[in-house]
C-alpha cells in the first residue's frame, strides 16, 4: 500500500523560505516519478511540480517556476518542495503524490500559511 | 495549456443519480481521470483512463467520455458521496504534465 506523508509546512512571513518534505512508503520509489499538488482555501486543486523517477527531470507550473524548486533522494525514499519569496497566494495545503498519467497515491498534505 | 472545464456544483437527493461533466477541446481523444476529496482529507482516485474503477470503488460509481465533454456519474447516491469532485488529464505535450478541472461540489440533499 503506498503510503506518503508530508511535513514541513508552516506559518511564513511573505518573501520568505519553506521546505517540504514528503517520506514515501509501500513502492519501489525510485521507478515512480512524484509530483506535489496544492489546494488554496476556497479554490481546486492545483498541480505544482513532478520529478521523475531518478530525479534528472523537473517540471514546474507556471505559477512556481523560478521561485520552487523540486528534488528527491532516492536512497531516503523522500521527496521535497523547496520554496522560496513565498507569497501570500502560496497559501494552501501541499499534498505529496504519485503520479504518473493519475494519482494512485496522495499524502494528507501539510498546510503552509504565508502571512506577515 | 488545455483548459477542463467543470460546473462548480451539483446536487442530487439521495438514491437518485449525480453526472458531473468535464468539458475540453476534444477530450474523448485523451485519458480522463476523476478524484473525490472530502473536507481535510486527501483525493482519491475513483476512476482513471475514462471507465476503469481502482479496487474499493463502487460499481455504482462510473466514467465515460466522448466528444469535447467527459461525464463521472454516481447511482443511488448516498450522503457519504457529497465531496468536491476533480478531473484531471495527462498532457506530456507540454511542460504542465498535470491538468486539473476547477472542481464540482456535489451536495446530497
Known amino acids: 500500500e503506498v503510503q506518503l506523508l508530508e511535513s514541513g509546512g508552516g506559518l511564513v512571513q511573505p518573501r520568505g523560505s519553506l521546505r517540504l518534505s514528503c517520506a514515501a512508503s509501500?513502492?519501489?520509489?525510485?521507478?515512480?516519478?512524484m509530483s506535489w499538488v496544492r489546494r488554496a482555501p476556497g479554490k481546486g486543486l492545483e498541480w505544482v511540480s513532478t520529478?521523475?523517477?531518478?530525479?534528472?527531470?523537473?517540471y514546474y507550473a507556471d505559477s512556481v517556476k523560478g521561485r520552487f524548486t523540486i528534488s528527491r533522494d532516492n536512497s531516503k525514499n523522500t521527496l521535497y518542495l523547496q520554496m522560496n519569496s513565498l507569497r501570500a497566494d502560496d497559501t494552501a495545503v501541499y499534498h505529496c503524490?504519485?503520479?504518473?498519467?493519475?494519482?494512485?497515491?496522495w499524502g494528507q498534505g501539510t498546510l503552509v500559511t504565508v502571512s506577515s | 495549456s488545455y483548459v477542463l472545464t467543470q460546473p462548480p456544483s451539483v446536487s442530487v437527493a439521495p438514491g437518485q443519480t449525480a453526472r458531473i461533466t468535464c468539458g475540453g477541446d476534444?477530450?474523448?481523444?485523451?485519458?480522463v481521470h476523476w478524484y473525490q476529496q472530502r473536507p481535510g482529507q486527501a483525493p482519491v482516485l475513483v476512476v482513471h483512463d475514462d471507465t476503469d474503477r481502482p479496487s474499493g470503488i463502487p460499481e455504482r460509481v462510473s466514467g465515460s467520455n466522448s466528444g469535447n465533454t467527459a461525464t463521472l456519474t454516481i447511482s443511488r447516491v448516498e450522503v457519504g458521496d457529497e465531496a468536491d469532485y476533480f478531473c484531471?488529464?495527462?498532457?506530456?505535450?507540454?511542460?504542465?504534465?498535470?491538468?486539473f478541472g476547477g472542481g464540482t461540489k456535489l451536495t446530497v440533499l
Open positions: 484531471q488529464v495527462w498532457d506530456s505535450s507540454s511542460d504542465h504534465l498535470v491538468i
Open positions: 520529478v521523475s523517477g531518478n530525479g534528472g527531470s523537473t
Open positions: 503524490a504519485k503520479i504518473w498519467n493519475y494519482g494512485d497515491g
Open positions: 476534444n477530450i474523448g481523444s485523451k485519458s
Open positions: 509501500g513502492f519501489a520509489f525510485s521507478d515512480y516519478a
